[in-house]
């Protein structure tokens, strides 16, 4: 282990215990929903507005919950609300940035699941994770709906339509991009 | 194309056995397709057998090969269309159909269904150069064809009408192509990338050395079947009237003349219908009752008549679920024969009928181009994976004396990214999101730096033929309907070799001019450690390549029987009544992509046989 990356474990040792463990919490449906979209903004970059524009939100939460199972997903949408309520009550956005990147993407148990929830937004391919009992080997990734495949963040944040769809028009190729790197 | 436009008629096989045709087709691509046309025009009755399923030809269906495109995972060239083990097709390897010998393999892809494979081509068409009809005379390789550029010109235009080309003939020229007085393509040329324009502005005017000559670096657009804008001064060559672009090949059509939006998914699908495919020919066919379609019927033996080597008939199979090897069996008549089902299974269905010909030479000469892929970032943000998968390129190797010693070849300025070299955008993705990390802001900064950077260039290389590259036959290998499966033997020879070297040299030229990060690295194993058949060492060097999907050269066209397997109207020396058209009958193929070559000679073919029906 190099000395940065010892570092680094030992920061996200730490934040854990400071943070204290997550109480489960019997969450309806109607705020896992809420906190999913959060968590879906923060991960992803993009606002609720652009990420409810897709149309995609109910078809990528069920099919997390299918794939991962209710309990697991509460768990996690659980451990970012808290980050979330912890950042904003201090009014330190850091606090939220390094508990994703500690708590949740860095962690065995949430780390793959988010990764695969960008990942859907993304691209709107499910991923099989191994450790959520589904077999990698076995278990193929698919794309969860036609219709969500146009939709993939990808294509909006890299400034393109996406392949074979929503075509931007004669000439537009010969333009200037509309995305830049700041 | 009006919305009462008659729709081709697709019989059983009742009728078929029933009906004595003029013209017997086998395939629905361009080349059978241009046949049925011409023909049917002139009074011929015709029956075109398809491999296929004929779904394509609605827009309904059509539009469930966009979905299937949308719901595949892997967009490899034949996403949009289900597999179909009845039919099977090539697709780089993945399904096994090709039983490699090697050394090396023919990678690449065909499709086998209704329209065939300009259902997912690219849309290029250059015509060949007038020295790449000599090839043996002027540089000592490969094969002359028996027929001159001045001979195949006036079939070119009809080509370039047919699939409805857009192109500077003035840039054309100066690369080294001849037209007549005045021509210009019914459509202007599309306008070049913001890349292309990157490009350009920093290597524009650069001069590199190749075997002792001088050659310059300039950019030029390449003319392609995708509609632009119909260039006025075509009217001269289309009866005073303004070129009118081919909209939707499917019936029934939402749209008409469409033109590209910059869709950039001209392989495999393009869901606006801009690119020119063979069912735009099939759905303009004036005397739609003269042509019948038999679609799902895979053709498995061609009948001679011992005494005469007259063809007396087709075999074919017919399936009605292509899952399922169920099938009846069924025989074709006419007076002529056509085979269009491609440089691949023209050979094949030829060998399969025990028919080698009497040169022997059916199946030998397989051609491609090999394309050379080298890949970078550039300095800044050029905005890649917008528009025509290719704009503009480097076609200034195309010719000169360097070719006594080592191929010409093309340059591909590729507007969607290293998807080709293996990293697709949704790798950049997963490398981003798995392995680095990255969410929210900067994993959209990420992206764009990794993929709206990339520049791809691809050098397509000229492989002249060899009898020993080629499809042959073997019955350990058939699939579930009892046909066989081509058997490839297939090397790229030194002289090929020489430009890839060339090429990667001239790559890091080009990314250092333009102040870009060279990423390419040709691996002998993909990530799962799979070998990649396509890797080879060459003077030290490692490299792999691509396959083309260019093939051609099987059928080759001759002077005389013993050289050749047809005439230069692609008939058949020992079977008179007997065409074999399509891109086998090329005996080289330059660096021009084989389409537009191999639908000028379709046109060409076609009077001949008119001529021998009214004889
Ligand atoms: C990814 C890709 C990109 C390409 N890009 C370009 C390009 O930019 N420019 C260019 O010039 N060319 C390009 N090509 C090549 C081009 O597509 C072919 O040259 C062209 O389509 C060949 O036309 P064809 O009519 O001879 O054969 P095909 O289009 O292959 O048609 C053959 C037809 O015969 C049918 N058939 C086959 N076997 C049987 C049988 N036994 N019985 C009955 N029917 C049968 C098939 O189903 C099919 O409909 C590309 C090809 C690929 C794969
Ligand atoms: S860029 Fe798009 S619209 Fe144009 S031909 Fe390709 S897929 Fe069709």
């Given at each position: 282990?190099?000395?940065q990356?010892w570092?680094?474990?030992?920061?996200?040792a730490?934040?854990?215990?400071f943070?204290?463990g997550q109480p489960?919490?019997?969450l309806?449906?109607?705020?896992?929903k809420?906190?999913?979209?959060?968590?879906?903004?923060?991960?992803?970059g993009f606002s609720?507005f652009n990420?409810?524009?897709?149309g995609?939100?109910?078809?990528?939460?069920?099919?997390?919950?299918?794939n991962?199972?209710?309990?697991?997903l509460?768990?996690l949408?659980?451990?970012?609300h808290?980050l979330?309520?912890?950042a904003k009550s201090?009014?330190?956005q850091?606090?939220?940035?390094k508990?994703?990147?500690?708590?949740?993407?860095d962690?065995?148990k949430?780390?793959?699941?988010?990764?695969?929830i960008?990942?859907?937004?993304y691209?709107a391919t499910w991923y099989?994770?191994?450790?959520?009992?589904q077999d990698?080997?076995s278990?193929?990734?698919?794309?969860v709906s036609?219709?969500a495949y146009?939709?993939?963040l990808?294509?909006s944040?890299?400034?393109?339509?996406p392949?074979?769809?929503k075509?931007p028009?004669?000439?537009t190729?010969?333009e200037k991009?509309?995305v830049t790197?700041? | 194309m009006s919305q009462s436009?008659?729709?081709l008629?697709?019989?059983?096989?009742?009728t078929?056995?029933?009906t004595?045709?003029?013209v017997?087709?086998v395939g629905?691509?361009?080349?059978g397709?241009?046949?049925?046309?011409?023909l049917s025009?002139?009074?011929?009755?015709?029956?075109?057998l398809?491999?296929g399923?004929g779904k394509?030809l609605t827009?309904?269906g059509f539009?469930?090969?966009v979905?299937?495109?949308y719901g595949?995972?892997?967009?490899?060239?034949?996403?949009?269309?289900p597999?179909n083990p009845?039919?099977?097709?090539?697709?780089?390897?993945?399904?096994g159909?090709f039983?490699?010998?090697?050394?090396?393999p023919l990678?690449g892809?065909?499709?086998r269904v209704?329209?065939?494979?300009?259902?997912?081509?690219?849309?290029?068409t250059i015509?060949?150069l007038?020295?790449?009809?000599?090839?043996r005379?002027?540089?000592g390789?490969g094969?002359?064809?028996p027929i001159?550029?001045k001979?195949?010109?006036?079939?070119y235009r009809?080509?370039e009408?047919?699939?409805?080309?857009s192109?500077?003939?003035?840039?054309q020229?100066g690369l080294?192509?001849?037209?007549?007085?005045?021509?210009?393509?019914?459509m202007?040329e599309l306008?070049?990338?913001?890349?292309?324009q990157?490009?350009?502005?920093k290597i524009?005017?650069?001069t590199?050395?190749i075997?002792?000559e001088?050659?310059?670096?300039?950019?030029?657009?390449?003319?392609q079947?995708?509609n632009s804008?119909?260039n006025?001064?075509?009217?001269?060559?289309?009866?005073?009237?303004?070129?009118?672009?081919?909209g939707v090949g499917?019936?029934?059509p939402?749209?008409?003349?469409?033109r590209c939006q910059?869709?950039?998914?001209?392989?495999?699908i393009c869901?606006v219908?801009a690119?020119?495919?063979?069912?735009?020919?099939l759905?303009r066919i004036a005397?739609?009752?003269?042509v019948h379609?038999?679609?799902?019927?895979?053709?498995y033996?061609?009948?001679?008549d011992p005494?005469?080597?007259r063809?007396?008939?087709i075999?074919y199979?017919?399936?009605q679920d292509?899952?399922s090897?169920e099938?009846t069996?069924?025989i074709?008549?006419?007076?002529?024969?056509v085979?269009?089902?491609?440089?691949v299974?023209?050979?094949?269905l030829?060998l399969?009928?025990?028919l080698?010909s009497?040169s022997?030479?059916m199946?030998?000469?397989?051609?491609?181009?090999?394309?050379l892929?080298?890949?970078?970032?550039m300095?800044e943000v050029?905005?890649?994976?917008?528009?025509?998968?290719?704009?503009?390129?480097?076609?200034?190797?195309?010719k000169g004396?360097?070719?006594?010693?080592?191929?010409?070849?093309?340059v591909?300025i590729?507007?969607d990214?290293w998807g080709?070299?293996?990293?697709?955008a949704t790798?950049v993705?997963r490398?981003?999101?798995d392995?680095?990390?990255?969410?929210?802001?900067?994993l959209?900064q990420?992206l764009i730096?990794?993929?709206?950077r990339?520049?791809l260039?691809a050098?397509?290389?000229?492989?002249?033929?060899d009898p020993?590259?080629?499809?042959?036959?073997?019955a350990?290998?058939k699939d579930?309907?009892?046909?066989y499966?081509?058997?490839?033997?297939?090397?790229v020879?030194?002289?090929?070799?020489n430009t890839f070297?060339?090429?990667?040299?001239l790559?890091?030229?080009?990314?250092?001019r333009?102040?870009a990060?060279?990423?390419t690295?040709?691996?002998?194993?993909d990530?799962?450690?799979?070998?990649?058949?396509?890797y080879?060492?060459?003077?030290?060097?490692s490299y792999?390549?691509r396959g083309?999907n260019?093939?051609?050269?099987?059928?080759?066209?001759g002077?005389?029987k013993n050289?050749s397997?047809v005439?230069?109207?692609?008939?058949?020396w020992?079977?008179?009544n007997l065409?074999?058209?399509?891109?086998?009958s090329?005996?080289?193929?330059g660096?021009s992509?084989t389409?537009l070559?191999l639908?000028?000679?379709s046109?060409?073919?076609s009077?001949?046989?008119?001529?021998?029906?009214k004889?």
């Open positions: 282990m190099n000395i990356v570092f680094r474990w030992l920061y996200a730490l934040w854990r215990i943070s204290g489960i919490m019997n309806d449906q109607s705020e896992m809420e906190y999913f979209l959060d968590f879906s903004v923060a991960l992803t609720k990420l409810l524009g897709t995609q939100a109910d078809l990528y939460y069920s099919t997390i919950e299918q991962i199972g209710n309990e697991l509460q768990e949408l659980q451990t970012f808290n979330d309520l912890k201090a009014n330190d850091s606090i939220l940035d508990g994703i990147s500690f708590d949740i993407l962690s065995k949430f780390g793959a699941i988010a990764c695969n960008i990942k859907l937004w691209v099989p994770i191994p450790q959520t009992g990698s080997n278990q193929k990734p698919f794309i036609p219709q146009p939709e993939g990808l294509w944040a890299i400034g393109v339509n392949p074979a769809a075509a028009g004669y000439g190729w010969s991009p509309s790197l700041s | 436009q008659t729709t008629k697709s019989v059983d096989c009742e078929v056995s029933k004595f045709y003029d017997v087709i629905a691509g361009v080349a397709s241009i046949v049925a046309k011409q025009e002139q009074g011929k009755t015709v029956l075109i398809e491999a399923t394509s827009l309904e539009q469930s090969h979905e299937t495109f595949a995972v892997d967009k490899n060239p034949n996403a949009p269309y597999l009845n039919a099977l097709s090539p697709t780089d390897g993945a399904n159909y039983e490699e010998k090697g050394p090396l990678s892809s065909y499709t209704l329209g065939g494979t300009t259902m997912h081509w690219e849309g290029k015509r060949m007038p020295e790449d009809f000599e090839l005379t002027r540089y390789h094969l002359d064809w001159s550029y001979d195949i010109q006036p079939y009809k080509a009408y047919e699939i409805g080309v192109g500077n003939t003035e840039e020229k080294g192509v001849t037209f007549m007085d005045g021509y210009v393509l019914p202007l306008p070049p990338s913001y890349l292309d990157k490009v350009s502005e524009h005017g650069t590199v050395e075997e002792g001088t050659i310059k670096l300039d950019l030029s657009t390449f003319p079947g995708r804008i119909p006025p001064d075509y009217k001269k060559y289309n009866d005073g009237d303004d070129f009118i672009p081919q499917s019936v029934e939402v749209e008409y003349g469409e910059g869709n950039a998914n001209c392989v495999p869901p219908q690119k020119y495919d063979a069912r735009k020919t759905n005397f739609p009752e003269r379609i038999l679609p799902q019927a895979v053709a033996k061609v009948e001679v005494a005469n080597g063809v007396t008939a075999h199979k017919r399936y292509k899952n090897p099938h069996l069924g074709a008549k006419g007076t002529l024969f085979l269009a089902t491609n440089a299974e023209n050979a094949k030829m399969a009928s025990e080698p009497t022997g030479l199946g030998c000469h397989l051609m491609d181009h090999p394309f892929l080298a890949w970078a970032l300095p050029t905005g890649t994976m917008r528009g025509p998968l290719v704009t503009s390129g480097i076609s200034t190797f195309r004396a360097f070719r006594k010693k080592q191929s010409a070849f093309a591909d590729h507007n990214g080709w070299s293996g990293t697709g790798d993705v490398d981003a999101v392995n680095k990390h990255k969410y929210g802001a900067e959209r990420e730096s990794k993929i709206s990339q520049l260039l050098f397509m290389c000229e492989l002249p033929a020993s590259n080629r499809v042959t036959i073997d350990q290998y579930q309907l009892g046909n499966r081509p058997v490839i033997h297939f090397d020879a030194d002289y090929c070799k070297a060339y090429a990667r040299k790559s890091q030229t080009i990314f250092q333009l102040g990060e060279d990423h690295k040709y691996d002998k194993r990530q799962d450690g799979n070998l990649d058949p396509a080879f060492e060459y003077q030290g060097e792999w390549f083309g260019h093939f051609s050269g099987t059928h080759v066209m002077t005389t050289n397997v005439d230069q109207n692609l008939r058949s020992d079977h008179e065409y074999l058209v399509g891109a086998g090329m005996p080289s193929i660096s992509n389409t070559t639908a000028a000679l046109f060409k073919s009077e001949q046989m008119l001529r021998d029906l004889s």
